[in-house]
T-cell receptor, first 113, second 113 residues
Framework: DSGVTQTPKHLITATGQRVTLRCSPR?????VYWYQQSLDQGLQFLIQ???????AKGNILERFSAQQFPDLHSELNLSSLELGDSALYFC????????????FGPGTRLTVL | GESVGLHLPTLSVQEGDNSIINCAYS??????FIWYKQESGKGPQFIID?????DKRQGQRVTVLLNKTVKHLSLQIAATQPGDSAVYFC????????????FGKGTKLSVKP
């Protein structure tokens, strides 16, 4: 158990819909990272937040957004969902803004029908 | 561009044998590398890391070797056990990238009893 929690574990929705994935980092960690894992693209970095502020952005679509709240939990919002958005979404956390030694949560499996 | 890839997509070994999983990276400015293990249905689990000022680092039953000359990374698992069966990813934190761990496609390790 990495100490990173993610909810929900599974999510099934329809195209065009909007969903919110939630992540709580390890106690004391200030950075949260979001990744997408699909069969054809592997693990892709989406975005990093550090202490409430966006710190780095990767291959995140404009339909996706994230935020980190004062209690350091983070939410990833996915809107106008498409079939291709079906994937595993992982959250990771690290103690500082340095992106090394990230600890991953169990993931949320999103299925878009 | 930056890329991290694995030489072999699958590796099958006999229980008790040593396993070697290889990884190539392309960014010569990369200064930090991590190996992750991902079991079915779980998030990536940190195994071991190494910085570019080192050639070798040892953990419990695992050793990571870094050859900067040929931009090659390997993970050696001693006395492989059935519990080692998983997909192993190398990840690279390229110089100048913030929060952007670049993951390879992964190697599936199967341990035969």
């Amino acid at each position: 158990d990495s100490g990173v929690t993610q909810t929900p574990k599974h999510l099934i929705t329809a195209t065009g819909q909007r969903v919110t994935l939630r992540c709580s980092p390890r106690s004391g960690d200030l950075s949260v990272y979001w990744y997408q894992q699909s069969l054809d693209q592997g693990l892709q970095f989406l975005i990093q937040y550090y202490n409430g502020e966006e710190r780095a952005k990767g291959n995140i679509l404009e339909r996706f957004s994230a935020q980190q709240f004062p209690d350091l939990h983070s939410e990833l919002n996915l809107s106008s969902l498409e079939l291709g958005d079906s994937a595993l979404y992982f959250c990771a956390s690290s103690p500082s803004f340095d992106p090394d030694t990230q600890y991953f949560g169990p993931g949320t499996r999103l299925t878009v029908l | 561009g930056e890329s991290v890839g694995l030489h072999l997509p699958t590796l099958s070994v006999q229980e008790g044998d040593n396993s070697i999983i290889n990884c190539a990276y392309s960014n010569s400015a990369s200064d930090y590398f991590i190996w992750y293990k991902q079991e079915s249905g779980k998030g990536p689990q940190f195994i071991i890391d190494i910085r570019s000022n080192m050639d070798k680092r040892q953990g419990q039953r695992v050793t990571v070797l870094l050859n900067k000359t040929v931009k090659h990374l390997s993970l050696q698992i001693a006395a492989t056990q059935p519990g080692d069966s998983a997909v192993y990813f190398c990840a690279d934190l390229g110089g100048g990238s913030q929060g952007n761990l670049i993951f390879g496609k992964g190697t599936k390790l199967s341990v035969k009893p």
